[in-house]
């Protein structure tokens, strides 16, 4: 087991299901699990996969110079995200060099809640707040759990009504299992998936809840990292295992803007690609040692071409 500094809630469930918790962020993180990775694959992409992706850091940016100060230090218009939205963003340097990818929930007129990787993007949203009426609190008592998949919203509408009608990077504040929750339609696998957002205490009963009740639909416990660099992240750097070419350095050029997903880098980014089922056992060695295992392991499929400028855009 790592020596990590955050604990996850959820950590005696990882290791009842046969995770050793690498480290991931500073957080003790399932990587694997004893189950098969084939099934695993096969549940997100066809029913639905439940994922404990509390590493992700969490933190809220509250006060009236909240939104000019994320326009600072993101690639994004903020004036155009109102109070249950939100937007993927890259984070930026002083000189306009990436440091670390996130998602930004408006939460109210003046509140933010950004949910960043491992790069730099709490110390810049820190930097970016000196002296400036902004508050930055770091939470690491709120939890992530995401659920994905086809059936995660048939799922979720037996609990949450409206939920069907949630759009595509939206949040909503609500109960589940009684328990307050804010859902946002959001996820890095490629298929239709909400996160949701509980306080640590919360988090146990609300995991145990989704995979007992949702037994017949299918769902399982899958271990989130192996997910990364599937889907729409296969479109993005994630910090730091596949940034290690949008690190800045004195020859790295800025970040520039691209359509609705916010930036064009300076690396590039193999788009469109999944696991192939013959690869299967490849992944599973490659996971078990710690390595990126989808990207790795991955066939391409074909897209179109994204045209990248003045009017330019990428629909999720």
């Known amino acids: 087991m790592a020596n990590s500094w955050r604990i996850s809630a959820l950590a005696e469930r990882h290791r009842a299901l046969g995770s050793q918790l690498e480290d991931w962020s500073g957080m003790g993180t399932a990587w694997t699990y004893a189950s098969d ?7 997100i992409r066809t029913r639905a996969g439940l994922m ?19 326009e ?4 994004r218009d903020i004036s155009k995200v109102y109070p249950g939205k939100s937007v993927y963003a890259t984070m ?28 730099n993007g709490h110390e810049m949203l820190l930097r970016s707040a000196q002296g400036r009426q902004v508050a930055v609190l770091f939470d690491d008592d709120l939890h992530d759990l995401s659920l994905q998949g086809p059936l995660a919203v048939d799922f979720l509408a037996e609990q949450v009504p409206g939920i069907r009608e949630l759009p595509y990077f939206h949040h909503l504040q609500t109960r589940l299992f009684d328990r307050p929750v804010m859902i ?38 899958v271990p989130s990292p192996r997910w990364t660099g599937c889907g729409w992240r296969a479109t993005c750097c994630s910090s730091p295992t596949t940034t290690r070419r949008c690190i800045p350095s004195p020859t790295s050029r800025p970040a520039t803007p691209c359509g609705s997903w916010g930036w064009t880098s300076p690396c590039r980014r193999p788009r469109g690609i999944s696991v192939a089922p013959a690869s299967i ?34 629909s999720g």
């Open 37 to 43: 990775l084939a099934d695993e694959h096969e549940a």
């Open 52 to 70: 404990d992706v509390s590493g992700l850091k969490k933190v809220h940016y509250v006060g009236p110079h909240a939104e000019s100060l994320l």
């Open 72 to 75: 600072y230090a993101t690639s």
């Open 92 to 119: 930026l340097n002083e000189a306009g060099k990436f440091v670390d990818d996130c998602v930004i929930y408006r939460t109210g007129p003046n509140a933010f809640m950004v949910v960043h990787g491992s790069g």
């Open 184 to 221: 946002s339609r959001t996820g890095y696998t490629g298929e239709r998936g909400y996160e949701i957002f509980c306080k640590a205490a919360d988090a146990p009963l609300i995991w145990d809840s989704i995979l007992d009740k949702g037994r017949d639909l299918g769902i399982i416990p």
């Open 281 to 314: 056992g490849a992944c599973r060695a490659r996971s078990a040692s710690g390595s990126s295992v989808c990207c790795s392991t991955a066939t391409r499929r074909p897209r179109p071409a994204t045209r990248c400028g003045p009017g330019a855009s990428r």
